[in-house]
């Protein structure tokens, strides 16, 4: 599978770096110096320690605080101290920079995989990209992310809440409904299920191979915020291209309310705008 480990507006500046996780694995992911993105485990080839404890920053080289091997901003060995005093020269520095990681970009997400002979990230994506465009190119502005991310641990299966984003409607009018209620706006009428709404009309769901998926409620996608002016604003106002370039079916998508999960490691709410990445700390 094809994880997501990052969006390029996380590391805009070359030597910009994010150190995040592929399962239990630590990676850093690293802003080259041509444009280009370079991930590789966060572990040094010499004891195994850990090259990299900072969440981000911008960096030169990255320096394991074990030994003192230095690795350069794309994961190779640049500096061994006391190289031919402790090594006498038998030292191939060349085969020992961090293990890299296949990475590959879609419309500025940035994805890891650890098998170099796994279908590429657009066909792992497969159908799905034809709706994720629809927001993440939109009009033509893409999408930025905003950090640093908050974190937390939640003690569930690692499958759970990825499938819980594509489809679980069920549980938001009784688990949501204090914030419902609090909110108002179009979708507090499901606060405690006690609401006669049109369900058949109120919006549609939608899979994909690969387990992608998500629901959308129509017409909601500011309907979260109490302060929706702006973003309702920014809706009305760029829909009309989204049409122009998608036609009608996504430019109703678009000014929807989306749950949505990209198997098996994000999921994100278009309209809310929160995006999430999950994290395994073990097989169950």
Known sequence: SWLLLGHESLLPKPGDFITTYMAEDKVILSHQQDGSFRAFINSCTHRGNQIC????????AFVCNYHGWVYGQDGSLVDVPLETRCYHGQLDKAKLGAKHVRVETYKGFIFGCGDADAPSLEEFLGEFRWYLDTIWEGAGG???????????LLACNWKVPTENFVGDGYHVGWTHAGALAQIGGELAGLSGNRADLPFESLGYQFTT????GFGVINNAAPAIHVKRDGWAKYLADTRAEVGRKFGPEREELYVGH?????FP????????????VWHPRGPH
Request: aromatic content about 10%; charged content about 15%.
């Open 142 to 152: 893409g999408l930025e992310l905003l950090g640093p991310p908050m974190k937390s």
């Open 265 to 276: 490691s994000c999921s994100f709410l278009y309209g809310t705008n929160t995006f999430k």
């Open 53 to 60: 404890h900072a969440d981000s920053g911008n960096a030169k």
């Open 209 to 212: 191979r690969h387990g992608h």
């Open 258 to 262: 989306w749950n949505c999960s990209i």
